[in-house]
């Protein structure tokens, strides 16, 4: 199965700088990567995703970037704020039909 | 989401007692997903149906059962509760839809397990 590396477990910013997320992966045919956010006490939510064909995807704060031959994808959150704050997971959808593979997830805490 | 409710959501029980969680959904989707989640270690998969006749073992399967009962409902056994089960379970569906390469999942609340 697939395999994937989130870090950091952690990370701590000030409102209004920039949040890095860095996951790689193992599984070579892993085509789509989205980027799901948990917030506390509730299920996790798609906020955005890239596909295998694209290098970068922007919407509005967040971007997610993808680097095939490395096998690494990350997400970037710029002028972070306060509501910014929740768990977030990287996630392959590898060469298994149907099935997402999670990271283990980064705490981002946005600090006013 | 409202669309996937997941009952109960907090539930404590003791050990060796046999333990059923219900997931419900409302968005016609034919995929459906039991998961675990453990602080630091993400979400992992336990059993998957991609519809009523189709059941899936995931990661971490052992100790768990589970039956769809119909296309909107999929439910989470645990047949003999031990505290290691302790955590998170999350039911996730998602549909097929027009593009095999997307597989957006929608995940319900959650139900908040303890074995005591």
């Known amino acids: 199965g697939e395999n994937v590396e989130q870090h950091p477990s952690t990370l701590s910013v000030q409102e209004g700088d920039s949040a890095v997320i860095k996951c790689t992966y193992s599984?070579?045919?892993?085509?789509?990567f989205p980027w799901y956010k948990q917030e506390l006490g509730k299920g996790p939510q798609l906020i955005i995703d890239?596909?295998?064909?694209?290098g970068e995807k922007k919407d509005q704060r967040i971007a997610v970037t993808l680097n095939k031959t490395a096998k690494h994808f990350s997400l970037h959150i710029t002028e972070t704020q306060p509501e910014d704050s929740a768990v977030y997971f990287c996630?392959?959808?590898?060469?298994?039909?149907?099935?997402?593979?999670f990271g283990r997830g980064t705490q981002l805490t946005v600090w006013p | 989401d409202a669309d996937v409710t997941q009952t109960p959501r907090n539930r404590i029980t003791k050990t060796g007692k046999r333990i059923m969680l219900e997931c419900s959904q409302t968005?016609?989707?034919?995929?459906m997903y039991w998961y675990r989640q453990d602080p630091g270690l993400g979400l992992r998969l336990i059993y998957y149906?991609?519809?009523?006749?189709?059941?899936n073992k995931g990661e971490i399967s052992d100790g768990y059962s589970v039956s769809r009962q119909a296309q909107a409902k999929f439910s989470l056994s645990l047949e003999s509760a031990i505290p290691n089960q302790t955590a998170l379970y999350f039911c996730?569906?998602?549909?097929?839809?027009?593009?095999?390469?997307?597989?957006?999942?929608?995940f319900g609340p959650g139900t908040r397990l303890t074995v005591l």
């Open positions: 149906s991609f519809d009523v006749k189709d059941i």
């Open positions: 599984d070579s045919a892993s085509n789509y």
């Open positions: 890239i596909r295998s064909n694209v």
């Open positions: 996630v392959c959808k590898g060469s298994t039909l149907g099935r997402l593979y």
């Open positions: 968005k016609g989707h034919d995929r």
């Open positions: 996730a569906t998602a549909d097929r839809g027009r593009s095999a390469i997307t597989d957006t999942q929608y």
